[in-house]
T-cell receptor, first 114, second 114 residues
Framework: AQTVTQSQPEMSVQEAETVTLSCTYD???????LFWYKQPPSRQMILVIR??????QNATENRFSVNFQKAAKSFSLKISDSQLGDTAMYFC???????????FGTGTRLKVLA | NAGVTQTPKFRILKIGQSMTLQCTQD?????MYWYRQDPGMGLKLIYY???????DKGEVPNGYNVSRSTTEDFPLRLELAAPSQTSVYFC?????????????FGQGTRLTVV
């Protein structure tokens, strides 16, 4: 069974600084997708970034980028120039392209400090 | 676009009562999912559906039932509410293709069983 582990329950960062959130996963599949979702206090789940396992190039979306290490089964999220609006819970998720079920980690609560 | 719409947003149930959480999506997505979110536990899959008329159990299906009579609707039924079902429930949908793997979420239903 696939599992997703986020080992940092809480983190904080100063505004304008850079922070990295960790995620590891376990799977025997070769074709899958990885995601980072953001959940602000409004409770809405918002996609931050997506990575296809078959792509070696790390995905980037503006201030958000990932470090995808397939052999190590690691998928960390880097937030550059942190903003107060980045304060949220962040979930790492895995999706097997055979079953199309999303498996989530337990989340990292990020607080950006002014 | 409305996206994924869940109703109600909040509900308090007494032990033993029944209720249906409604979920509808207007994106013509084939896959739909129900998750529950408990503090510190991430999102756990309750049931999912790969299309109208097809449903399957997820990780935590006990105490719940679902149906998928149309592409748009995927209601979740709680027959005999128990305190252990106090949680935030999310409905999600996705259209699985090589380029479209994102899950879209509703705003969640906070359910309290007393």
């Amino acid at each position: 069974a696939q599992t997703v582990t986020q080992s940092q329950p809480e983190m904080s960062v100063q505004e304008a600084e850079t922070v990295t959130l960790s995620c590891t996963y376990d799977t025997s599949e070769s074709n899958y997708y990885l995601f980072w979702y953001k959940q602000p206090p409004s409770r809405q789940m918002i996609l931050v970034i997506r990575q296809e396992a078959y792509k070696q190039q790390n995905a980037t979306e503006n201030r958000f980028s990932v470090n995808f290490q397939k052999a190590a089964k690691s998928f960390s999220l880097k937030i550059s120039d942190s903003q107060l609006g980045d304060t949220a819970m962040y979930f790492c998720a895995f999706m097997n392209s055979g079953t199309y079920k999303y498996i989530f980690g337990t989340g990292t609560r990020l607080k950006v400090l002014a | 676009n409305a996206g994924v719409t869940q109703t109600p947003k909040f509900r308090i149930l007494k032990i033993g009562q029944s209720m249906t959480l409604q979920c509808t999506q207007d994106m013509n997505h084939n896959y739909m999912y129900w998750y529950r979110q408990d503090p510190g536990m991430g999102l756990k899959l309750i049931y999912y559906s790969v299309g109208a008329g097809i449903t399957d159990k997820g990780e935590v299906p006990n105490g719940y039932n679902v149906s998928r009579s149309t592409t748009e609707d995927f209601p979740l039924r709680l027959e005999l509410a128990a305190p252990s079902q106090t949680s935030v429930y999310f409905c999600a949908s996705s259209y699985q293709s090589v380029k479209n793997t994102e899950a879209f979420f509703g705003q969640g239903t906070r359910l309290t069983v007393v």
